[in-house]
């Protein structure tokens, strides 16, 4: 993890998908650092959305890491799939995993970045054994299953621990936050420590278009930044008065 940058990882699920190749475009022009793919079985969440199929047909036209968001019942069947498919990471449920560490283990062997993602419920304890084999995890800011929903405010407390798990366990990992995330709450959860921000409808359903929207996220996400670094030029200055 580079320390101070703030990753955008635009999702596709709010995306229009009669113009999807031209929407992850512009999501790459406008500065996204990936592109987010949501899969949902409707059993392990109460939805149906994207296949490896989605993920085949973005892979030539775009140059941006795709992470797949393995919402399903049994990861460990699709895995393959995916990876062939041209996803670079794969991030699955601790819920519900039979066996997490074989399924992070596989992800590994296939050659691909792997991600543990924990619901707005669980506690941040669940990562403590498996953190230093993953690259990434994801702490989720709304139940999954649905865009567009409301930020969870209750889970920047867990980001922090998270964070802190992170800074004492593997500090290259990746702590992204997912859902409800738009200008409002980027620099709640960067305050909170999270450096991966996934967004869906603040990107693809803005009426101003993907690069105003991406444009407008990023400068949310560097808003606590800049506040920082400004209180610490006021502190300096004042000490040397």
Not at 76 to 85: K, T, V
Not at 195 to 204: C, D, E, H, K, Y
Not at 228 to 238: A, L, M, P, V, W
Request: charged fraction near 25%.
């Amino acid at each position: 993890m580079e320390k101070g940058i703030v990753k955008l990882a635009p999702s596709i699920l709010a995306a229009d998908f009669a113009h999807l190749g031209k929407q992850v475009g512009e999501a790459e022009q406008g500065g996204a650092d990936r592109i987010h793919v949501d899969v949902m079985d409707g059993h392990f969440v109460p939805n149906i959305s994207m296949g490896p199929v989605i993920v085949q047909s973005l892979r030539p036209v775009t140059r941006l890491p795709l992470e797949t968001h393995l919402m399903i019942s049994d990861p460990d069947l699709y895995l393959d799939e995916f990876a062939e498919a041209g996803s670079d990471s794969l991030l699955v449920h601790w819920e519900g995993n039979n066996n997490l560490h074989r399924t992070v283990q596989r992800i590994k062997a296939l050659g691909k970045r792997a991600g543990v993602v924990i619901n707005p419920a669980t506690p941040a304890s669940v990562l403590e054994e498996i953190l230093q084999d993953v690259d990434q995890v994801l702490v989720m800011t709304v139940n999954p299953g649905f865009g567009n929903q409301h930020f969870i405010h209750t889970t920047l407390p867990k980001i922090r621990r998270v964070r802190e798990m992170i800074e004492q366990i593997k500090t290259g990992c990746d702590l992204e936050v997912d859902g409800g995330i738009d200008a409002a709450t980027a620099p709640l959860v960067v305050d909170a420590g999270a450096n991966v921000l996934v967004a869906g409808s603040a990107i693809f359903g803005d009426n101003e278009g993907v690069a105003a929207a991406m444009k407008r996220l990023r400068a949310g996400a560097n808003q606590k930044k800049t506040e920082k670094t400004q209180d610490s030029k006021s502190e300096i200055r004042n000490k040397s008065k």
